[in-house]
């Protein structure tokens, strides 16, 4: 990733010239507020989803370029949001790029996230730049 004193590029436009959509999913509002606020600058579209479950049926029914995801949530957790992602037949469903958040320690979590196809994992308090950039890299990918 790139250092958090380069803006990252402009996110590429989906096939119809709309600005990329990105899901963002945190029981917290706040932090679903915090996580819009740092991607806001790359003029994307949002999704909001408080629980795995509502994520997992707009991920399926609007076809997001990006996900960033807690990983505690209630009731279904991240991880197991992505491999029931993963799990689905359509290829738009099933390779959407994620962004795992987490408070806690990464080494706890990394073994586990990347057997389930998580591409990043970040740690909260996320530094400045840092979603942005994990960001524009899962959706430039999307687009390629």
Do not use: I
């Amino acid at each position: 990733m790139s250092d958090a004193t380069t803006a990252p590029a402009p996110p590429p436009a989906t096939g119809t010239g709309r600005a990329a959509v990105v899901l963002v999913v945190d029981d917290s509002r706040t932090m679903r507020g915090m996580m819009k606020m740092q991607l806001l600058p790359d003029a994307y579209e949002f999704l909001e989803a408080e629980t795995a479950e509502r994520a997992f049926t707009l991920a399926r029914l609007m076809r997001p370029a990006a996900a960033v995801v807690d990983l505690h949530l209630p009731g279904m957790d991240g991880l197991d949001l992505v491999t029931r992602l993963r799990a689905e037949a359509n290829p738009t469903v099933n390779q959407l790029g994620v962004v795992l958040v987490t408070g806690d320690d990464l080494e706890l979590h990394r073994s586990r996230a990347g057997a389930v196809g998580v591409e990043l994992l970040l740690r909260k308090p996320l530094a400045p730049g840092k979603l942005r950039d994990a960001v524009a890299k899962l959706v430039g990918q999307r687009s390629a």
